[in-house]
Nanobody, 127 residues
C-alpha cells in the first residue's frame, strides 16, 4: 500500500509563493517515480512536474518552468513542489503522484501512467 499525503496548499495573491509537500514512505520516495499533477475546476487533470527515483532528473511542463521547482528529501520521505510567482491560472487542486515503473524522461506523464495518487491540496491564487 502506497500512501501519499499532500500539504501546503492555501490562498495566495498573484506573485506569491507556496511550497507543497507530499509525505510518503521510505520505499516510495527512494524507489518510485514521483511527480505532481493539478486539476482546475471543469478541466482535466494535467501533468505539472516529475522527478526520477534517484532525484537526478526533473521535468516540468512549460507553463511552470522558471517558476516551480520539484525536489525531494529522501531522509524526510518527502516530495516537494516549490511554487513562485504564482498566477491566477495556477489555481487548482494539486495531486502528488507515484508509480513503481519509471516514467520516460523529458516527456509529460499521463494520468494513465500513475499508479498511486494523494488526496490533493487546494491552491488558490487571487488576482
Amino acid at each position: 500500500q502506497v500512501q501519499l499525503v499532500e500539504s501546503g496548499g492555501g490562498l495566495v495573491q498573484a506573485g506569491g509563493s507556496l511550497r507543497l509537500s507530499c509525505a510518503t514512505s521510505t520505499r516510495t520516495v527512494s524507489r518510485f517515480a514521483m511527480g505532481w499533477f493539478r486539476q482546475a475546476p471543469g478541466k482535466e487533470r494535467e501533468f505539472v512536474a516529475t522527478i526520477s527515483w534517484n532525484g537526478d532528473t526533473a521535468y516540468l511542463v512549460d507553463s511552470v518552468k522558471g517558476r516551480f521547482t520539484i525536489s525531494k528529501d529522501n531522509a524526510k520521505n518527502t516530495l516537494y513542489l516549490e511554487m513562485n510567482n504564482l498566477r491566477p491560472e495556477d489555481t487548482a487542486v494539486y495531486y502528488c503522484a507515484a508509480d513503481s515503473r519509471p516514467w520516460r524522461v523529458g516527456v509529460p506523464v499521463t494520468p494513465n501512467d500513475v499508479g498511486f495518487w494523494g488526496q490533493g491540496t487546494q491552491v488558490t491564487v487571487s488576482s
